[in-house]
């Protein structure tokens, strides 16, 4: 694996799946002597959901209410 000229690398899609490297995952470089581990910032308040709620908040363009739409899912 190469550093490219910007400095970036890529983390093989084994590793980004056991340790939940997802897009937009928050990451920090942990320097121990000669050693640099790379670790994800768990960020409670930012999980993983949160990010698709965010993007569909305030486009639904339907004139029912909750109720009603519950009515219709069972």
Known sequence: MRVTTKGQVTIPVEIR???GFLPDTEVEFVVQD???RLRRVDQPEH????R???RLRGRA????TTDEILALTR
């Not at 999980?47 to 949160?50: A, E, F, L, Y």
């Not at 363009?61 to 029912?64: E, I, L, N, R, S």
């Open 17 to 19: 799946e056991r340790f």
């Open 34 to 36: 000669d050693i640099v």
């Open 47 to 50: 999980r993983r959901g949160d």
């Open 52 to 54: 698709v709620i965010s």
């Open 61 to 64: 363009k339907g004139k029912m």
